[in-house]
T-cell receptor, first 118, second 110 residues
């Protein structure tokens, strides 16, 4: 198993550009999520999904879109990049019993994407 | 809804004990603990469900006080490898999302 993979590992954007951060998992996990990590701010939840076709907002969703067309993939789209979106982005996945029991399982994190917006 | 961790940073000598606290203003279903080394992804330590159970290994354990909506992580006889940032994550009762605190940086010196 490759686990949770993220691409790219590094990315530099100019203000106003758009891009998609890719996240894929091969563990058949139903629950997937995106976090951003900034110094002193911890891990902040952007969006999450409890299964294919179902997504919901986290704590800091503004400026980001997600979709979940398959169980394996959960891409994060930056619509119009801003310097405030400079951060390290982590994707995570876990088992979710009937879309409810994400709480009882380990979150597997991807290696992260370091994004800089100039 | 972000849980609050304390302290924000701890510096210890090898062999000393540490306690990291996590509290929420909402009724919790579960508490998760993760450790992150610099430049790496967070790594799972343990999960505690409502019911006040205590879990862990002999040197790293945690408790969950359901009445107070608080959890504590205990690191006993710390080793150099314990250095890193510790995060607690919480799931509020009735919710599905896992929300993390701001982290506690633990430094272990020889």
């Amino acid at each position: 198993n490759a686990g949770v993979t993220q691409t790219p590992k590094f990315q530099v954007l100019k203000t106003g550009q758009s891009m998609t951060l890719q996240c894929a998992q091969d563990m058949n996990h139903e629950y997937m999520s995106w976090y951003r990590q900034d110094p002193g701010m911890g891990l902040r939840l952007i969006h999450y999904s409890v299964g294919a076709g179902i997504t919901d907002q986290g704590e800091v969703p503004n400026g980001y879109n997600v979709s979940r067309s398959t169980t394996e993939d959960f891409p994060l789209r930056l619509l119009s990049a801003a310097p405030s979106q400079t951060s390290v982005y982590f994707c995570a996945s876990s088992y979710s019993l009937n879309g409810l029991a994400v709480t009882t399982d380990t979150q597997y994190f991807g290696p992260g994407t370091r994004l800089t917006v100039l | 809804q972000q849980p609050v961790q304390s302290p924000q940073a701890v510096i210890l000598r090898e062999g000393e004990d540490a306690v990291i606290n996590c509290s929420s203003s909402k009724a919790l279903y579960s508490v998760h603990w993760y450790r992150q080394k610099h430049g790496e992804a967070p790594v799972f330590l343990m999960i505690l469900l409502k019911g006040g159970e205590q879990k862990g290994h002999e040197k790293i354990s945690a408790s969950f006080n359901e009445k107070k909506q608080q959890s504590s992580l205990y690191l006993t006889a710390s080793q150099l490898s314990y250095s890193g940032t510790y995060f607690c994550g919480t799931v509020i009762q009735g919710a599905q999302k896992l929300v993390f605190g701001q982290g506690t940086r633990l430094t272990i010196n020889p």
